[in-house]
């Protein structure tokens, strides 16, 4: 009883030093590949990079604690923090202090929805995403993930588009117009890094080396190089203007989001204190508001793009720096060398003092220290919004995690419990967004080193865990340089394990509509990218019109005799029929939905064989039948018998044979007319239906093609 509520204690029967030995070191393993993967997924997140360390040290304790895997690695992966930067883009700048806040929210809600699951043991409700579906949304989601990661290897900023592929059109035209050089030279860099550690010897922590290497020579060139200067140091007239229209628009941009504030409450009262007229001239200037709001942004979006496309040459003058046009500098005047550009994000600038960026972007100060434990702040509209992106963050992150867990199950062979790994994903995510962690999963990469460095128990999570807290505490400042295109070059390299072409192949060859399905998710994911949930929800929703379309229509065949003895589909196999007896098998359950398509098939079949005396029907297939199903059948024997065609069973369940046995429907089937076998039933019934027949060979008796 203990060990179910505290899977962990099972850990320590016969464990020993050799045990922990091996455990200490998969886990310190495990973080030098965590430490630098898990800042590239904040980022991927929209987070600042060092929420993907606070992500890092407490979900992978608790996940391995309270889970049943022992070496499954738990914390900060790619497609669950490309999903929480989709869900949480609606409501919050990426990287703002509001949007930090709902992913906090976020993570406990997601927690919430898998400790719930696992509690009441529906752990198969992950069942409704089918494998045609994730892999067509993991392909996609891989692609996005990769190229989301452009802008920061060529080392340009755009303002994202309503879909993706609009952003990423933004980002080459960026990329044509201006290239920083170093950032794209270091990205290459470190991916040359981790790809040739990775064929020499997958021991090595490749990520690290990587990061190490490419974080020196940042430190060492002065890769980073920006400058504060004052707007009359920027000696061009146009970014001047563009400047005060961009400050101006961003200004009334939140003078109109207050308004819109103030509205949307004293709509609310109106219609609460059921003032309708009230209610129509608040609803009016709402849309108001948010036609100007939406004029604002456009003029902002254009001022910025325009900022952020100029370029200009950097000329130190009485210990001041003058920005020129590129190319437009005074005669006499010396330049520096340097491309400057000026730095614009989503709030007002400061004309006191613009940041003019001379090199590239790195992760910059990272606050010293473990995050305070807190319970997050809950907003009831953010709530009701991330509801559904929680759902389905749940569900994928648990089947990423069951996945990876049962892989590493089958060459170890521990036994695994789904409902118990729901627990230990629940509380890792739940007990983590009090720590400022957003949500987390199973990492298939870190459980493959951790399986390889020879982990034994989920204590090596606990090492690996120790070793960030230690990096919180006392390294921090080490990763100041670090070049965010590095960053970015290891969520590539990482995301690049998730496409699997031939699982398309795999699943076309299983069933077609499996590969329509899985290939319309990948479509569908990446047309409504940023928009996941869209993607995931087309393949779901074709997934289960497919289930419902076989349900309602499940094979009905006409049997023969083969070549092998055995009674096969005459159409199939274009064998004849007989036109005496005729052997029906009907593969599904007998229910509301697909009753009457049994009805159709058996009268369609009387029509057409004008001699027929007995129809066998085969319910070997049939699993199980409600009450729909048992009135369809009752009516079904008793029209058939009246228009002169008996009607026997064979094969028939316990479940349906109880069923038959309740609603006395044996008694009007007749005991007589049931059997165990549909050979035993064909010895039974084909003399007494052939009788008169004239018939010299039947192909129920002997095998007769169709020529």
């Known amino acids: 009883m203990l060990t179910r509520i505290f899977p962990f204690l099972a850990w320590f029967r016969g464990y020993g030093v050799e045990k ?367 509801l559904s992106y929680a759902a389905i963050i749940s569900l994928l992150g648990f089947m990423e995690a069951i996945s990876i867990a049962k892989a590493m199950a089958a060459k170890t062979g521990q036994r695994l419990d789904p409902n118990q790994e729901l627990i230990g994903q629940g509380l890792a995510n739940i007990l983590g967004a009090l720590t400022r962690s957003y949500p987390t999963s199973g990492s298939f990469s870190r459980s493959a080193v951790n399986l390889q460095a020879g982990a034994v128990t989920g204590l090596s999570s606990v090492f690996t865990s120790v070793m960030v807290v230690l990096v919180l505490l006392f390294f921090t400042p080490l990763l100041y340089h670090l070049p965010q295109s590095v960053l970015a070059a290891v969520i590539m390299m990482a995301v690049i394990g998730l496409i699997n072409a031939s699982g398309f192949i795999h699943a076309w060859r299983a069933q077609r509509y499996d590969g329509i399905i899985s290939i319309i998710s990948f479509a569908a994911t990446l047309a409504f990218a940023p928009h996941l949930d869209k993607g995931i929800m087309v393949g779901v929703v074709l997934s289960l019109g497919v289930f419902l379309y076989k349900s309602m229509r499940p094979r009905v065949r006409s049997l023969a005799l083969a070549e092998d003895s055995a009674l096969r589909c005459a159409r199939e196999y274009s064998l004849m029929e007989c036109d005496y007896v005729d052997v029906i098998r009907f593969d599904g359950p007998l229910f509301f939905a697909n009753a009457s398509f049994l009805e159709d098939q058996i009268t369609a079949r009387m029509a057409q064989k004008k001699n027929l005396r007995h129809i066998v029907l085969v319910a070997n297939g049939i699993n199980d039948m409600d009450a729909s199903g048992e009135e369809t059948l009752s009516l079904l024997i008793a029209r058939c018998r009246q228009a002169g065609v008996d009607v026997s069973l064979s094969g028939v369940n316990e479940a349906v044979m109880e069923v038959l046995r309740r609603t006395h429907l044996l008694e009007k089937i007749g005991q007589d007319h049931i059997f165990p076998s549909t050979e035993i039933a064909l010895r039974a019934v084909h003399q007494g239906a052939h009788a008169d027949s004239g018939e010299k060979r039947c192909p129920l008796t002997s095998v007769c093609y169709n020529i």
């Open 20 to 386: 922990l030995k091996l455990d200490a070191v998969a886990g310190v393993t495990v973080a030098l590949v965590l430490i630098p993967q898990s800042m590239a997924y904040a980022q991927l997140a929209g987070l600042p990079p060092y929420y993907g360390l606070y992500a890092s040290f407490l979900p992978p304790v608790l996940a391995s604690l309270f889970g049943s895997s022992r070496q499954l690695a738990t914390g900060p992966v790619a497609v669950v923090s490309l999903m929480t930067a989709a869900s949480l883009e609606p409501l919050a700048t990426a990287g703002s202090e509001a949007y930090i806040a709902y992913a906090v929210i976020l993570a406990l809600l997601v927690g919430l929805f898998q400790l719930s699951l696992g509690i009441l043991r529906l752990g198969l409700v992950v069942n409704f995403l089918s494998h045609p579906v994730v892999n067509g949304f993991t392909n996609a989601a891989a692609i996005i993930i990769a190229s989301s990661q452009l802008s920061k290897m060529f080392g340009v900023t755009v303002d994202s588009a309503e879909h993706h592929y609009e952003t990423i059109v933004r980002v080459v035209q960026a990329a044509m117009h201006y290239t920083h050089w170093p950032t794209l030279a270091l990205g290459a860099l470190a991916f040359a890094v981790m790809f040739f550690l990775r064929r020499i010897n997958p021991r090595i922590p490749n990520v690290l080396v990587a990061v190490a290497l490419t974080t020196v020579i940042s430190w060492a060139v002065g890769f980073q190089h920006d400058a504060r200067v004052a707007l009359d140091a920027v000696r061009s007239p146009g970014a001047r203007q563009a400047v005060e229209a961009f400050n101006e628009a961003t200004v009334r941009i939140a003078d109109l989001s207050a308004r819109r504030t103030e509205l949307s409450q004293a709509l609310a009262q109106a219609r609460e204190n059921h003032d309708f007229d009230a209610a129509n001239d608040a609803e009016h200037d709402l849309l108001k508001v948010n036609h100007d709001i939406a004029l604002a942004r456009d003029v902002a979006h254009e001022q910025r793009e325009a900022l952020r496309a100029m370029l200009f040459a950097g000329v130190q003058e009485g210990g001041r720096l003058l920005l020129f046009p590129r190319g437009d500098v005074p005669a006499g005047a010396q330049a520096d060398g340097r491309t400057w550009r000026l730095k614009v994000g989503n709030k007002p600038l400061d004309v006191a003092g613009l940041t003019a960026v001379g090199g590239g972007a790195v992760v910059g100060s990272i606050p010293k220290g473990l995050p305070a434990f807190a319970m997050p702040g809950l907003d009831l509209g953010a709530v009701a919004h991330l």
